[in-house]
């Protein structure tokens, strides 16, 4: 009763085995694996871990493939004669007929048994061949230029270029050094013309100001007459020029990238998380860059949030606890600090107490600050609410980062709701003291210098000095979101962890460091706590979502703890475009 | 491994007794004595000795005419005949600089200097000369031919701020090299 062999390997063909799972297989460099239909050879060289080299194809954008750096050979196996049955090697594969001529792999799309080369003899030709054409008119500008050391073309040339050039003639000139946005500057002699950043402008920024005049050699990029490239999301085309012909102004000649140390973490001027990285010398930022986060912010991120962080470096960062003695401030200890604070809160009832807290808190702060209410046993707390308008993309209305955390760790709807009572109270002389941590209450919480001033009691923990610092009793300097660590849950219910990329400057502390020791000083306990990694282990036995969770377990990519119903715009567009085919990544 | 003896070798016994060794030096010792004295030490002359043997009196006399070609002193900075600040602060120099004594702040050229083609240029360039080892690996590494190690040995000051030389005193040492490689000269 047994089944004939050919039987058996009929119904076991890979093919066969592969299409039932809308796969397809594919031999790279010569070792057989499976894809889903539709993805491109690029795509599936990069998931078998093949580098192909590229410049102008781009994972969440169209391939137009225009630099044809990802040239590669091909082979599909060769169509049987009429009436000649197709020849199964032991695998269960057709054997591959190699075509002549190379294929770009960024815009082909892989079909079944196919094969795909990426070494030899006529991949190496066309990259040659390919840098060495790239290479004609680009000038020996790399001292000088922003992007040596993260240049692809440097890269590339190195790799697969000839190492001289066999070019003669004067190269060709064009524009250099233009302004063609506030924040971006363009240097045409650089470019390679990969359209990467007009196709970005286009596809997802949807402002297509940028685009190319002139043909050949003569090739420009520029933006449109009577236009600038001055879109929220304009420094993103820097960040995908494979070259530095498109450099921010911001970080012109601030610092060579080789020196600068890379800090996973993530945005805390919005709703959305936006996972960045900040890139550091020392204790300096010098820029912050978007991190893939598919979840989150794809590979994007908006100008006004990458700009925000140079308060961090700056003079009016708070270094020292500051304890005001009849009008001027004079610095002082930790400990004094935090023992006064303790003392002169007990001359108050609970309920003349008021706290006020921030958005931009992490969890863990907020944790505390809640643990501090109970400690003092007052009910009245507010969160310092900050909206603006959002925009179709990533930037979130709600401009606080943490307000889906506030919810579920102070178990209010709306952690917002009590500032207008609180400050009303304020006014009124019901509330007679108040502890604000990392809000700046005259800025953005609309106190009045005269309102603080009646108050019996005002402490404020801030990263700078501000407004409401100059009426507080003491001051408490706090660290800024690079120096923090800590987990926050953005709009969309993800828990997402912040990474120290910087030192507190001075004697900065973290705000859940203040709490803690503010809560231990009111209570004259001593706290056990000592590392954020046991506060959040604390947290997490306490709150369904994050049951199981460690810091750790977070990761750079976050997890989805809470269902909100909050749809990323940026994402949905994205999503739509690669059902569409448009997109691979 | 094989264990090797190695043997003792046999003393005779003149050597035993080390005595005629001793008058041999002493003699050797009186001769040079002698010689010193009368001015005529070997490398007296090529040294331009003044005083007792080869002793050169220095800092009044100096060696530098005997300083060979490759001689690496103090790094600097130099202009070219142009009058053109050659470093545009690429910072590789900083960066291969084993002790790190380079430090360098980029700075942009403004749209109205002459040389505003070239856009980037050091605002402040110090090397700090306590730390440097003059191993001559900036003036290697320099893509635009901009620091050189200069023949200067008698790098001294008072106190740690004296030995960081800035921007101006790396070019006042540093001077005008000209005859050098000069990409930025085309015309554009």
Redesign the interface.
């Known amino acids: 009763m047994s089944e004939t062999p050919s039987a058996t390997a009929e119904t076991k063909l890979p093919k066969d085995l592969a299409a039932e799972k809308g796969m397809v297989n594919v031999q790279i460099d010569g070792v057989w694996h499976q894809f889903p239909k539709g993805t491109r050879m690029i795509e599936a060289c990069r998931q078998a871990g093949v580098n192909v080299p590229h410049y102008c194809y781009h994972p969440k954008l169209s391939s137009p493939g225009n630099c044809r750096m990802c040239l590669i050979q091909m082979g599909m196996p060769p169509r049987p004669a009429p009436g000649e049955e197709p020849k199964y090697d032991e695998e269960g594969y057709l054997p591959i007929g190699w075509m002549p001529r190379p294929a770009i792999a960024c815009a082909n799309t892989i079909g079944e048994n196919m094969g795909i080369r990426t070494t030899g003899e006529l991949v190496e030709k066309c990259r040659e061949g390919v840098m060495e054409f790239l290479l004609i008119n680009h000038p020996?500008d790399?001292?000088?230029c922003d992007q040596?050391g993260e240049c692809r073309l440097q890269e590339f040339s190195v790799e697969h270029g000839r190492g001289s050039s066999r070019f003669v003639d004067m190269k060709v000139?064009k524009p250099?050094?233009v302004e063609i946005g506030p924040r971006v500057r363009l240097d045409d002699e650089r470019c390679i013309m990969c359209s990467r950043c007009i196709r970005f402008m286009d596809e997802v920024a949807s402002d297509p100001v940028l685009g190319f005049t002139q043909r050949g050699t003569h090739t420009t990029l520029t933006v449109h007459p009577g236009r600038l490239l001055d879109s929220n999301y304009s420094l993103n085309t820097v960040d995908i020029c494979p070259v530095g012909a498109l450099t921010s102004n911001d970080f012109?000649?601030?610092?060579?990238v080789?020196?600068l140390k890379e800090t996973p973490t993530i945005d805390v001027n919005c709703g959305t998380g936006t996972n960045i990285i900040v890139w550091t010398r020392g204790n300096t930022v010098y820029r912050i860059t978007p991190r893939q986060n598919d979840e989150v912010n794809s590979t994007w991120m908006p100008d006004s949030h990458r700009l925000n962080f140079h308060y961090i470096n700056s003079d009016a960062r708070l270094t020292e606890p500051l304890l005001k003695k009849h009008i001027s401030h004079s610095p002082t200890t930790w400990s004094t600090a935090i023992a006064e604070a303790a003392s002169r809160l007990k001359d108050f009832a609970a309920d003349e107490i008021a706290i006020i807290a921030s958005g931009r808190a992490t969890n863990e702060e907020l944790f505390l600050t809640r643990e501090l209410m109970q400690q003092i046993g007052t009910k009245r707390f507010a969160l310092v609410p900050r909206f603006a308008e959002a925009d179709e993309l990533l930037v979130a209305a709600d401009r606080n980062p943490n307000t889906t955390g506030a919810k579920l760790i102070l178990g209010e709807n709306d952690p917002y709701a009590s500032l207008d009572s609180i400050r009303a109270d304020v006014r009124s002389g019901k509330i007679k003291a108040l502890l604000v941590f990392a809000e700046d209450l005259i800025t953005d919480a609309d106190f009045t210098p005269e309102d603080l001033r009646g108050l019996g009691y005002l402490m404020q923990s801030h990263h700078s000095a501000n407004p409401t610092a100059e009426r507080a009793d003491l001051v408490l300097p706090s660290a800024a979101f690079t120096e923090k660590r800590g987990s926050m849950i953005n709009l969309s219910g993800r828990l997402q962890r912040l990474n120290r990329a910087t030192e507190p400057v001075g004697q900065v502390r973290d705000d859940w460091e203040i709490l803690r020791d503010l809560i231990s000083a009111i209570s004259s306990t001593k706290s056990e706590l000592y590392l954020i990694e046991e506060l959040f282990k604390k947290l997490a036995t306490e709150y369904p979502p994050l049951e199981n969770l460690t810091l750790s377990k977070i990761g750079h990519q976050g997890i989805s703890v809470i269902e909100t119903g909050y749809e990323i715009p940026l994402l949905t567009h994205e999503r739509a475009r690669k059902a569409a085919g448009t997109i691979n990544g | 491994m094989a264990v090797i003896k190695v043997q003792r070798p046999k003393l005779g016994i003149g050597e035993k007794v080390y005595f005629g060794a001793l008058i041999k030096g002493f003699f050797l010792t009186m001769g040079h004595a002698i010689k010193t004295l009368r001015g005529k030490s070997v490398g007296a002359d090529t040294l331009h000795s003044s005083g007792l043997g080869v002793t050169m009196q220095f800092p009044e006399q100096r060696w530098d005419k005997e300083m060979p070609e490759h001689y690496r002193g103090a790094p600097t900075l130099v202009t070219d005949e142009q009058g053109r600040d050659r470093c545009?602060?690429?910072?590789?120099c900083?960066?291969i600089c084993p002790p790190k004594a380079i430090k360098i702040e980029?700075?942009?050229i403004p749209a109205d200097d002459r040389w505003n083609?070239?856009?980037?240029r050091p605002k402040e360039f110090e090397i700090d000369m306590i730390r440097c080892i003059y191993c001559g690996m900036c003036e290697e590494v320099c893509?635009?031919q901009a620091i050189f190690l200069r023949k200067d040995y008698l790098i001294t000051g008072l106190k740690r701020a004296d030995m960081v030389h800035n921007k101006k005193k790396l070019y006042e040492i540093g001077g005008v090299r000209v005859g050098l490689v000069n990409?930025w000269n085309e015309l554009?």
């Open positions: 020996l790399c001292p000088i040596a000139k250099k050094n012109r000649f601030e610092m060579r080789w020196f | 545009v602060s690429c910072q590789l900083e960066f980029p700075g942009e083609k070239v856009e980037k893509p635009e990409k554009k």
